[in-house]
């Protein structure tokens, strides 16, 4: 078990490295900014010289880097990267599921939650 885990940790300790590098210089007022005002703006928060979604682009670039690095294939030969797509898929459309459904909420579903059932069930 030791030699898995020793042979899995490269991946992870760049990544480790890499995302220390991205967040290392945040200030106490940034990370306080970033603490507040994520729950309420999500991806189009300001921060520094672009937004939060310029920053979760760059976290999940590192993140899918280090599951490439760590080269654990399944089956079909896929590594566990996969796994980020969702993320991906987000940070591509810019807009969160709470953004889509409150978007539908008040446009097509016009102020009532009873269709989030039918069609978000999973």
Known sequence: MFIGL???LPGFNAALDAAW???KDFSLVERHALRYGVPKQALKLPFR???VQELAAESVKI???GLCRRARL???GQDESRFLEP???ILHAGEIAAERKLALYH???QGSVDPVFS???Y
Request: glycine fraction near 12%; proline fraction near 0%; charge should be negative.
């Open 107 to 109: 446009g097509a579903w």
């Open 6 to 8: 020793q042979s899995s």
């Open 74 to 76: 399944n089956g079909d």
């Open 119 to 121: 069609e978000f069930a």
């Open 49 to 51: 010289n672009g937004t």
């Open 87 to 89: 993320l991906v898929e």
């Open 21 to 23: 590098d991205l967040v």
């Open 63 to 65: 993140a899918l880097n």
